[in-house]
Protein backbone atom coordinates (compact mmCIF):
# COMPACT_ATOMS: atom_id res chain seq x y z
CA UNK A 1 0.00 0.00 0.00
CA UNK A 2 1.35 3.56 -0.89
CA UNK A 3 1.30 6.53 0.89
CA UNK A 4 -0.43 9.87 -0.54
CA UNK A 5 1.65 12.79 0.51
CA UNK A 6 -1.00 15.26 -1.71
CA UNK A 7 -2.42 16.21 -4.78
CA UNK A 8 -1.38 19.40 -6.41
CA UNK A 9 -3.28 21.47 -8.85
CA UNK A 10 -1.16 23.50 -11.24
CA UNK A 11 -1.49 25.45 -14.29
CA UNK A 12 0.86 24.22 -16.93
CA UNK A 13 1.86 27.80 -18.67
CA UNK A 14 4.25 27.65 -21.47
CA UNK A 15 5.73 30.81 -20.74
CA UNK A 16 6.55 29.68 -16.83
CA UNK A 17 8.92 27.12 -18.44
CA UNK A 18 10.36 29.69 -21.08
CA UNK A 19 11.05 32.10 -18.33
CA UNK A 20 13.00 29.41 -16.02
CA UNK A 21 14.89 28.47 -19.37
CA UNK A 22 16.00 31.84 -19.61
CA UNK A 23 17.09 32.68 -15.96
CA UNK A 24 13.91 35.47 -16.35
CA UNK A 25 12.85 34.86 -12.94
CA UNK A 26 14.36 37.71 -11.26
CA UNK A 27 12.81 40.14 -14.14
CA UNK A 28 10.04 42.52 -13.18
CA UNK A 29 7.00 41.02 -14.95
CA UNK A 30 8.02 37.46 -13.26
CA UNK A 31 9.67 38.18 -10.24
CA UNK A 32 6.28 38.37 -7.65
CA UNK A 33 5.19 35.05 -9.46
CA UNK A 34 8.18 33.07 -8.22
CA UNK A 35 8.39 34.49 -5.19
CA UNK A 36 4.67 33.49 -4.54
CA UNK A 37 5.07 29.24 -5.69
CA UNK A 38 8.78 29.48 -3.31
CA UNK A 39 6.48 27.94 0.18
CA UNK A 40 4.97 25.45 -2.60
CA UNK A 41 8.63 24.14 -4.04
CA UNK A 42 9.55 24.42 -0.20
CA UNK A 43 6.97 21.55 0.74
CA UNK A 44 7.95 19.18 -1.86
CA UNK A 45 11.34 19.40 -0.64
CA UNK A 46 10.09 18.06 2.80
CA UNK A 47 7.94 15.61 0.98
CA UNK A 48 10.32 14.04 -1.22
CA UNK A 49 7.86 11.88 -3.21
CA UNK A 50 9.07 8.65 -4.80
CA UNK A 51 6.81 9.00 -7.52
CA UNK A 52 4.41 11.76 -9.09
CA UNK A 53 1.54 10.47 -11.33
CA UNK A 54 1.23 13.62 -13.91
CA UNK A 55 -2.25 14.12 -15.46
CA UNK A 56 -1.92 16.87 -18.27
CA UNK A 57 -2.80 17.31 -22.05
CA UNK A 58 -0.33 16.65 -24.97
CA UNK A 59 -0.37 19.98 -27.18
CA UNK A 60 -0.25 18.04 -30.65
CA UNK A 61 3.40 16.82 -29.61
CA UNK A 62 3.20 12.87 -28.68
CA UNK A 63 -0.91 13.14 -30.43
CA UNK A 64 -2.35 14.77 -33.44
CA UNK A 65 -5.88 14.61 -34.87
CA UNK A 66 -5.02 11.37 -36.17
CA UNK A 67 -4.87 9.31 -32.87
CA UNK A 68 -6.82 11.28 -29.94
CA UNK A 69 -6.74 9.22 -27.30
CA UNK A 70 -9.44 10.31 -24.27
CA UNK A 71 -6.82 9.43 -21.42
CA UNK A 72 -3.01 7.54 -22.61
CA UNK A 73 -1.27 6.30 -19.35
CA UNK A 74 2.53 6.65 -19.97
CA UNK A 75 4.25 2.69 -18.59
CA UNK A 76 7.71 3.66 -20.34
CA UNK A 77 10.96 4.12 -18.55
CA UNK A 78 11.43 6.81 -19.45
CA UNK A 79 10.21 10.37 -21.38
CA UNK A 80 12.09 12.80 -23.38
CA UNK A 81 10.82 16.18 -23.51
CA UNK A 82 9.07 17.21 -26.63
CA UNK A 83 10.33 19.50 -29.60
CA UNK A 84 7.34 21.67 -29.57
CA UNK A 85 8.69 23.67 -32.75
CA UNK A 86 11.59 25.70 -30.77
CA UNK A 87 13.85 22.25 -29.75
CA UNK A 88 12.78 20.17 -26.83
CA UNK A 89 12.88 22.57 -23.39
CA UNK A 90 16.44 21.70 -22.21
CA UNK A 91 14.88 19.94 -19.15
CA UNK A 92 15.73 16.26 -17.33
CA UNK A 93 14.46 13.52 -18.84
CA UNK A 94 11.64 12.11 -17.18
CA UNK A 95 11.93 9.15 -15.82
CA UNK A 96 9.10 7.11 -15.04
CA UNK A 97 8.33 4.26 -12.90
CA UNK A 98 6.97 1.33 -15.41
CA UNK A 99 6.04 -1.54 -12.28
CA UNK A 100 3.73 1.04 -11.08
CA UNK A 101 2.35 2.03 -14.29
CA UNK A 102 1.65 -1.17 -15.91
CA UNK A 103 -0.13 -2.10 -12.35
CA UNK A 104 -2.15 1.10 -13.03
CA UNK A 105 -3.08 0.62 -16.13
CA UNK A 106 -4.38 -3.39 -15.18
CA UNK A 107 -6.11 -1.39 -12.53
CA UNK A 108 -7.56 1.36 -13.98
CA UNK A 109 -8.37 -1.29 -17.30
CA UNK A 110 -10.59 -3.63 -14.89
CA UNK A 111 -12.18 -0.93 -13.27
CA UNK A 112 -13.86 -0.01 -16.64
CA UNK A 113 -11.85 2.76 -17.79
CA UNK A 114 -10.47 1.68 -21.56
CA UNK A 115 -6.82 3.49 -20.60
CA UNK A 116 -4.61 3.96 -23.97
CA UNK A 117 -1.52 2.21 -23.19
CA UNK A 118 1.53 4.33 -24.62
CA UNK A 119 5.11 2.64 -24.66
CA UNK A 120 6.45 5.39 -26.49
CA UNK A 121 5.30 9.26 -25.63
CA UNK A 122 7.05 12.24 -25.87
CA UNK A 123 5.96 14.66 -22.64
CA UNK A 124 5.74 18.33 -23.10
CA UNK A 125 5.40 21.71 -21.66
CA UNK A 126 1.72 20.31 -20.28
CA UNK A 127 4.15 18.05 -18.16
CA UNK A 128 7.48 19.35 -17.87
CA UNK A 129 6.06 23.29 -16.78
CA UNK A 130 4.88 21.78 -13.66
CA UNK A 131 7.46 19.57 -13.08
CA UNK A 132 9.00 22.77 -13.03
CA UNK A 133 7.35 25.06 -10.87
CA UNK A 134 7.19 22.34 -8.51
CA UNK A 135 11.03 20.94 -7.80
CA UNK A 136 12.77 24.17 -9.88
CA UNK A 137 16.08 23.35 -12.10
CA UNK A 138 17.71 20.50 -10.93
CA UNK A 139 19.70 17.87 -12.96
CA UNK A 140 17.77 14.86 -13.01
CA UNK A 141 14.05 15.45 -11.58
CA UNK A 142 14.61 13.97 -8.02
CA UNK A 143 11.25 11.37 -8.56
CA UNK A 144 9.63 8.78 -10.81
CA UNK A 145 6.86 10.30 -12.97
CA UNK A 146 3.84 8.29 -14.53
CA UNK A 147 2.23 10.64 -16.91
CA UNK A 148 -1.45 10.41 -17.37
CA UNK A 149 -2.68 12.40 -20.64
CA UNK A 150 -6.43 13.73 -21.64
CA UNK A 151 -7.56 15.22 -24.14
CA UNK A 152 -8.96 18.68 -23.73
CA UNK A 153 -7.96 19.28 -27.30
CA UNK A 154 -10.40 17.88 -29.69
CA UNK A 155 -14.15 17.79 -28.85
CA UNK A 156 -15.73 16.19 -27.01
CA UNK A 157 -13.24 16.34 -24.13
CA UNK A 158 -14.54 14.08 -20.89
CA UNK A 159 -16.55 15.50 -18.37
CA UNK A 160 -15.47 16.33 -14.77
CA UNK A 161 -17.00 13.49 -12.95
CA UNK A 162 -15.35 11.05 -15.60
CA UNK A 163 -12.13 12.75 -14.36
CA UNK A 164 -13.29 12.88 -10.94
CA UNK A 165 -14.18 8.84 -11.40
CA UNK A 166 -10.86 8.57 -12.36
CA UNK A 167 -8.76 9.83 -9.42
CA UNK A 168 -11.23 7.61 -7.77
CA UNK A 169 -10.15 4.55 -9.91
CA UNK A 170 -6.37 5.68 -9.24
CA UNK A 171 -6.50 5.56 -5.77
CA UNK A 172 -7.90 2.21 -5.61
CA UNK A 173 -4.96 0.75 -7.72
CA UNK A 174 -2.73 2.71 -5.45
CA UNK A 175 -4.11 1.24 -2.40
CA UNK A 176 -4.16 -1.82 -3.77
CA UNK A 177 0.12 -1.64 -5.27
CA UNK A 178 1.89 -4.88 -3.84
CA UNK A 179 5.19 -4.07 -5.73
CA UNK A 180 8.90 -4.61 -3.93
CA UNK A 181 8.50 -0.97 -3.44
CA UNK A 182 5.11 -0.64 -2.32
CA UNK A 183 5.38 -0.18 1.56
CA UNK A 184 7.44 2.86 1.40
CA UNK A 185 6.21 4.26 -1.79
CA UNK A 186 4.96 8.41 -1.11
CA UNK A 187 3.01 9.50 -4.01
CA UNK A 188 2.31 12.49 -5.32
CA UNK A 189 -1.00 13.58 -7.71
CA UNK A 190 -0.45 16.53 -9.99
CA UNK A 191 -3.93 17.88 -11.99
CA UNK A 192 -2.27 20.32 -14.23
CA UNK A 193 -3.80 22.95 -16.98
CA UNK A 194 -5.87 26.46 -16.75
CA UNK A 195 -6.45 28.47 -15.12
CA UNK A 196 -9.77 30.60 -16.55
CA UNK A 197 -8.06 31.79 -20.42
CA UNK A 198 -8.52 31.78 -23.85
CA UNK A 199 -6.33 32.27 -26.86
CA UNK A 200 -8.11 33.15 -29.60
CA UNK A 201 -11.02 34.69 -31.10
CA UNK A 202 -12.86 37.84 -29.89
CA UNK A 203 -12.29 36.74 -26.01
CA UNK A 204 -8.49 36.08 -26.62
CA UNK A 205 -6.86 36.94 -22.93
CA UNK A 206 -10.04 36.66 -21.21
CA UNK A 207 -9.78 36.00 -17.03
CA UNK A 208 -11.90 35.30 -14.60
CA UNK A 209 -10.19 35.67 -10.96
CA UNK A 210 -13.77 35.08 -9.21
CA UNK A 211 -14.13 32.05 -11.18
CA UNK A 212 -10.93 30.46 -10.54
CA UNK A 213 -11.04 31.56 -6.85
CA UNK A 214 -14.75 29.85 -6.79
CA UNK A 215 -13.40 26.36 -8.62
CA UNK A 216 -10.38 26.06 -6.31
CA UNK A 217 -13.20 26.65 -3.06
CA UNK A 218 -15.92 24.11 -4.36
CA UNK A 219 -12.88 21.43 -5.24
CA UNK A 220 -11.80 21.18 -1.81
CA UNK A 221 -15.36 21.43 -0.13
CA UNK A 222 -17.41 19.67 -2.88
CA UNK A 223 -15.76 18.23 -5.54
CA UNK A 224 -18.79 15.48 -6.15
CA UNK A 225 -21.20 18.57 -6.54
CA UNK A 226 -18.31 20.89 -8.78
CA UNK A 227 -17.20 17.89 -11.46
CA UNK A 228 -21.02 18.09 -13.04
CA UNK A 229 -19.93 21.49 -14.29
CA UNK A 230 -21.10 20.65 -17.96
CA UNK A 231 -18.10 21.61 -20.76
CA UNK A 232 -20.16 25.21 -22.01
CA UNK A 233 -20.15 26.48 -18.61
CA UNK A 234 -16.29 26.06 -18.68
CA UNK A 235 -16.21 28.05 -21.93
CA UNK A 236 -18.50 30.72 -20.92
CA UNK A 237 -16.82 31.61 -17.96
CA UNK A 238 -13.08 30.16 -17.92
CA UNK A 239 -12.37 30.64 -21.75
CA UNK A 240 -11.80 27.95 -24.47
CA UNK A 241 -9.04 26.87 -22.31
CA UNK A 242 -10.61 26.67 -18.89
CA UNK A 243 -11.70 23.22 -20.03
CA UNK A 244 -8.75 22.16 -18.97
CA UNK A 245 -9.52 21.99 -15.24
CA UNK A 246 -11.15 18.77 -15.34
CA UNK A 247 -7.71 17.57 -14.81
CA UNK A 248 -8.04 18.96 -11.57
CA UNK A 249 -10.60 16.53 -10.96
CA UNK A 250 -8.47 13.59 -11.49
CA UNK A 251 -6.13 14.86 -8.49
CA UNK A 252 -8.84 15.79 -6.33
CA UNK A 253 -10.49 12.16 -6.95
CA UNK A 254 -7.58 10.48 -6.07
CA UNK A 255 -7.33 12.40 -2.33
CA UNK A 256 -9.88 11.35 0.43
CA UNK A 257 -13.25 13.23 1.14
CA UNK A 258 -12.21 15.72 3.23
CA UNK A 259 -8.63 17.49 2.67
CA UNK A 260 -6.76 20.25 3.93
CA UNK A 261 -5.68 23.24 1.70
CA UNK A 262 -2.10 23.46 2.38
CA UNK A 263 -0.77 26.03 0.45
CA UNK A 264 -2.85 28.30 -2.91
CA UNK A 265 -1.05 30.45 -4.79
CA UNK A 266 -3.15 32.78 -7.86
CA UNK A 267 -1.38 34.72 -9.93
CA UNK A 268 -2.68 37.03 -12.97
CA UNK A 269 -0.78 37.13 -15.67
CA UNK A 270 1.55 34.90 -16.64
CA UNK A 271 1.44 35.06 -20.15
CA UNK A 272 -1.99 36.30 -21.36
CA UNK A 273 -3.62 33.28 -18.95
CA UNK A 274 -5.04 33.19 -15.16
CA UNK A 275 -2.08 31.08 -13.15
CA UNK A 276 -3.22 29.11 -10.24
CA UNK A 277 -1.68 26.82 -7.74
CA UNK A 278 -2.78 24.23 -5.13
CA UNK A 279 -1.72 21.90 -2.80
CA UNK A 280 -3.90 19.64 -1.00
CA UNK A 281 -3.34 16.90 1.53
CA UNK A 282 -5.60 14.30 2.91
CA UNK A 283 -7.07 15.44 6.45
CA UNK A 284 -5.94 13.96 9.88
Same mark, same amino acid.
Given at each position: ???? +????? *? ?6 ? =? !? ?24 ? !? ?8 ? @????? #?? !?????? +? ?6 ? =? *? ?38 ? $? =? ?13 ? @? ?10 ? $? ?6 ? $? ?32 ? @? =???? *? /? /? ?11 ? +?????? %? ?6 ? #? ?5 ? /? ?5 ? +? ?6 ? $? ?8 ? /? #???? %? ?8 ? @?? *? ?14
Amino acid at each position: MTTI +IGGIG *TSHVPAVG =A !AIDHGKQEEPYWRSYFEKIQPAREWM !ASQRPDVCIV @VYNDH #AS !AFSLKL +IPTFALGV =A *TEFQPADEGYGPRQVPTVQGHPELAWHLAESLIGDEFDIT $I =ANEMDVDHGLTVPLS @VMFGEPDAWPCR $IIPLCVNV $IQYPPPSGKRCFDLGRAIRRALDSYDGSDADSMK @V =AVFG *T /G /GMSHQLQGERAGL +INTDFD %HAFMDELI #AQPGVSC /GRPHDEY +IREAGSEG $IELVMWFVMR /G #ALDD %HVDEVFRMHH @VP *TSNTSNGLLILQNAH
